[in-house]
T-cell receptor
Framework: DAMVIQNPRYQVTQFGKPVTLSCSQTLNHNVMYWYQQKSSQAPKLLFHYYDKDFNNEADTPDNFQSRRPNTSFCFLDIRSPGLGDAAMYLC??????????????FGPGTRLTVL | GEDVEQSLFLSVREGDSSVINCTYTDSSSTYLYWYKQEPGAGLQLLTYIFSNMDMKQDQRLTVLLNKKDKHLSLRIADTQTGDSAIYFCAEKYGGATNKLIFGTGTLLAVQP
């Protein structure tokens, strides 16, 4: 089945130690998103890629970076995780054009714990 | 600004109907969505409605859209224990990036 895969499902890191979360997709979608979802809150968009074009949200901290080496993979890098970065990180994909994106398909998420 | 609001909690008995409500602010939204999130899992798209529609039915799910009041609802008929989850409404923000703005989520608890 075509799907969105996130690895690992659970990640524990230390305060200030860089961490990378991974997302891959077999849907061949050209748009990939990263969301942060803190406990009991709505998912919040951090950034998205339209093909290789990176689109950052205005309020995404500089501590969060992303890479998309090819259509299938997208990475979320947290350069110096703080306690406030503990959250579920959701990857999503969609197809679309510059003017209109279609519905988003979500991966299962990676739950990040910062000690 | 973008703001999508939902009530936090709904409890129903198995077999009853559930109605989850949502209000949104962007009148230019083209699509509105309902997602389901089970514990520890990602978001599953349940259904969506285009903004020029008033109602959409999909098996046990009925979506009602009141565009004048910017009100969206999801009705689940014959609610089952497997329907227990958090339900998020989301609007496709009409700005250039067409991003999704999610509501705060409604926890649906189905009592046997």
């Amino acid at each position: 089945d075509a799907m969105v895969i996130q690895n690992p499902r659970y990640q524990v890191t230390q305060f200030g130690k860089p961490v990378t979360l991974s997302c891959s997709q077999t849907l061949n979608h050209n748009v990939m998103y990263w969301y942060q979802q803190k406990s009991s809150q709505a998912p919040k968009l951090l950034f998205h890629y339209y093909d290789k074009d990176f689109n950052n949200e205005a309020d995404t901290p500089d501590n969060f970076q992303s890479r998309r080496p090819n259509t299938s993979f997208c990475f979320l890098d947290i350069r110096s995780p703080g306690l406030g970065d503990a959250a579920m990180y959701l990857c999503a994909t969609s197809s679309g054009t510059q003017s209109s994106y279609n519905e988003q398909f979500f991966g299962p998420g990676t739950r990040l714990t910062v000690l | 600004g973008e703001d999508v609001e939902q009530s936090l909690f709904l409890s129903v008995r198995e077999g009853d109907s559930s109605v989850i409500n949502c209000t949104y602010t962007d009148s230019s939204s083209t699509y509105l969505y309902w997602y389901k999130q089970e514990p520890g899992a990602g978001l599953q798209l349940l259904t969506y409605i285009f903004s020029n529609m008033d109602m959409k039915q999909d098996q046990r799910l009925t979506v009602l859209l009141n565009k004048k009041d910017k009100h969206l609802s999801l009705r689940i008929a014959d609610t089952q224990t497997g329907d227990s989850a958090i339900y998020f409404c989301a609007e496709k923000y009409g700005g250039a990036t067409n991003k999704l703005i999610f509501g705060t989520g409604t926890l649906l608890a189905v009592q046997p």
